[in-house]
Every structure is written in structure tokens, then in C-alpha cells.
């Protein structure tokens, strides 16, 4: 392992554009459960055509509120780990880094990223079904209805959680961003992902396919490590600050 992680050390040392993608593992150790670890995965007590798609929340909009605001309350207590922390710092040692996460949970930002791409959206966020974005929990104050309704003037549409769910497609600026990252990065740290929802689950390969060096921290294997030219067997918060520390300083 220590010839692993002085690997990956040198190869994120080298980049002069990092990307870094992120799914549900990187928060586990926030306290947040992932989706498909088949003990204790949301979708191993959840159903996600109930929880996690339009025709889910048309059919039983109580049912879908409540789940996001029972997964928001748990991120009160929720604070990044050392593997989010990680990632910021290695905004600090590289010229450029940007992390492309998968996550809703907002860590990556309150570790200290600058640049987050939320490519499913924000927990954090809420927007309506007549298309009014950008609201937040202070404006639906007030309100008994479950789910509130749209308080913008004029309109009295159902809101919802700002995040994406199956059959919906990405924010199409945010993607383009995305893929023009990974087309362009020498070099993708792959973290917690099981790489199996797309287009995500796509960027690696575009990075591959432009010749990036695709570095992955997983402690089971993906769909991705096939793919990947290192694979570091391992939680996020124990590999990444092991990979930080084997860094040189700038
Ligand atoms: C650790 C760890 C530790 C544990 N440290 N690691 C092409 C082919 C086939 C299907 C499709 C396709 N294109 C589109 C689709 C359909 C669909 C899809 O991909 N389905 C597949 C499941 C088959 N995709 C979509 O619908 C997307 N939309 C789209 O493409 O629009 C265009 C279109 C529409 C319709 C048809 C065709 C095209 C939208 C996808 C939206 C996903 N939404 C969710 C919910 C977000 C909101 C919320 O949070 O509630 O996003 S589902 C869920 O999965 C969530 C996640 O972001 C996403 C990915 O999961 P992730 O992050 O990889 O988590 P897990 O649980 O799967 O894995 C965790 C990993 O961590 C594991 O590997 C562990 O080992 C590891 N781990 N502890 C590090 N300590």
C-alpha cells in the first residue's frame, strides 16, 4: 500500500489540472449514508423509483418530501472528514482543481472547495414544479402545507428538493462544464463512487480516453477500476490525507 499511495502522490503532485470525482463513499464517513452499500444503503430500505424520480413525488409528494427532509435533518449533525478536508487542501498545492461531485450533501464547500460542481443538485435548495429555482428553506417559512407550495407571486406550484432525480436530465451548463473538465484534466481522482449512474459514471472514461491518469479510492471495487491506473483500496478519510501527506509541499 505504501508504494500505492506514494504513486498517487506523485501523479496528483505532477497535474496541472485536477479533477476530482466524488459520490456517496467520500461523505460515509461524514455520517451519510451511500446508496447502494448493500447493508446500510438508502436503496437497500428505500425504494428509488418511489423516493427518487417525478413520477414518485407525483404519486405520493408527502412521502418523497418527508424522506428529504428526514435526510436533511441528518446533515445538521453532519461535519466534513478528513477526506473532504483533503481534497480542499489540495486546491492550495496544485494550480488547478476542481471537484465534480455526485453528493447533494454540500461538504465538499464547507471543507473548503472553491470549485464544486453539484451535478445532482443541492439538498439545500429548493425549487418548484412551475419552474421558480433558487429557493431556500427561509422562504417556504411559515408554511404547513407538506410539501409547500411555490411562494414566489403568482404561484402556488409544488416545491421540491434542487437535486436530480432518475430520467431527469443534469443542468446542461453544469454538465457541459463537467465534460469539458474531464476532456481536458491530466490527471481524475475517483472517490466513493460505484459508477454505475450516468452520465457521471461517464466522466472517467472521457478523461481516459484524452489520456488522464485516473487514480481511484474505493474500498470495494467499481465499475470504474477497470478502468482506473491505480486503484487504492481504502476509506476516503484514511487514503486522502495519506496520499496528502506523501505530497511534496509547494
Ligand atoms: C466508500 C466509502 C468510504 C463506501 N470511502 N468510498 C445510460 C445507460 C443506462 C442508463 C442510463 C443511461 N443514461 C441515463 C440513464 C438512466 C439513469 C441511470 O444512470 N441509471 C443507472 C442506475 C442504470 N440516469 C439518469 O436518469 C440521469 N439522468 C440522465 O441521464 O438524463 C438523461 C436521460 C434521461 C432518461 C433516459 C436517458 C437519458 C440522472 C441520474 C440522477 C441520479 N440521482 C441520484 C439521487 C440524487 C438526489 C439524492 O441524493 O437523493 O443520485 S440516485 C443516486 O445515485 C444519487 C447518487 O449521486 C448517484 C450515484 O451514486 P454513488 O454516489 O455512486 O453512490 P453508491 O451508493 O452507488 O456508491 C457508493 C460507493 O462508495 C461504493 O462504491 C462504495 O464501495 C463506496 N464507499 N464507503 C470511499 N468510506
Given at each position: 500500500?505504501?508504494d500505492?499511495?506514494q ?9 496541472r ?9 467520500m ?14 444503503g438508502?436503496?437497500?430500505q ?7 424520480t ?12 418527508r424522506w ?6 441528518l446533515l ?5 472528514n478528513?477526506g473532504h478536508h483533503?481534497?480542499a ?6 494550480p488547478?482543481v476542481?471537484v ?8 465538499h464547500?464547507?471543507a473548503?472547495?472553491?470549485?464544486v460542481?453539484?451535478?445532482h443538485g443541492?439538498?439545500r435548495?429548493?425549487k418548484c414544479?412551475a419552474?421558480?429555482?433558487?429557493l431556500a ?12 407550495r ?7 406550484a409544488?416545491v ?6 432518475f430520467?431527469?436530465?443534469?443542468d446542461?451548463?453544469?454538465l ?21 449512474v450516468q ?8 478523461a481516459w ?11 470495494e471495487?467499481s ?5 482506473a491506473?491505480?486503484?487504492l ?8 490525507p ?6 511534496a509541499?509547494?
Amino acid at each position: 500500500m505504501d508504494d500505492l499511495l506514494q504513486q498517487a502522490a506523485t501523479i496528483l503532485s505532477r497535474s496541472r489540472r485536477l479533477v476530482v470525482l466524488t459520490g456517496a463513499g467520500m461523505s460515509k464517513e461524514s455520517g451519510i449514508p451511500t446508496f447502494r452499500d448493500a447493508r446500510d444503503g438508502l436503496w437497500a430500505q428505500y425504494d428509488p423509483m418511489q423516493l427518487a424520480t417525478m413520477r414518485g413525488f407525483q404519486s405520493n409528494p408527502e412521502l418523497v418530501w418527508r424522506w428529504y427532509q428526514y435526510r436533511f435533518g441528518l446533515l445538521t449533525s453532519c461535519t466534513p472528514n478528513p477526506g473532504h478536508h483533503a481534497i480542499a487542501e489540495l486546491e492550495r498545492r496544485l494550480p488547478h482543481v476542481v471537484v465534480i461531485t455526485q453528493n447533494v450533501d454540500g461538504l465538499h464547500a464547507a471543507a473548503g472547495s472553491s470549485t464544486v460542481l453539484e451535478i445532482h443538485g443541492s439538498i439545500r435548495r429548493y425549487k418548484c414544479l412551475a419552474g421558480h429555482r433558487n429557493l431556500a428553506m427561509d422562504d417556504l417559512a411559515g408554511q404547513d402545507a407538506i410539501p409547500p407550495r411555490c411562494p414566489r407571486p403568482g404561484c402556488t406550484a409544488l416545491v421540491r428538493p434542487d437535486v436530480v432525480w432518475f430520467g431527469e436530465t443534469l443542468d446542461v451548463d453544469l454538465l457541459h462544464w463537467a465534460v469539458a473538465e474531464s476532456e481536458t484534466c491530466d490527471a481524475m481522482l475517483i472517490v466513493g463512487t460505484s459508477g454505475v449512474v450516468q452520465p457521471a459514471a461517464s466522466l472517467p472514461y472521457s478523461a481516459w480516453n484524452h489520456r488522464a491518469r485516473l487514480v481511484e479510492v474505493n474500498p470495494e471495487p467499481s465499475e470504474l477500476t477497470p478502468l482506473a491506473h491505480l486503484y487504492l483500496q481504502g476509506r476516503a478519510g484514511e487514503i486522502l490525507p495519506q496520499i496528502l501527506s506523501r505530497m511534496a509541499l509547494p
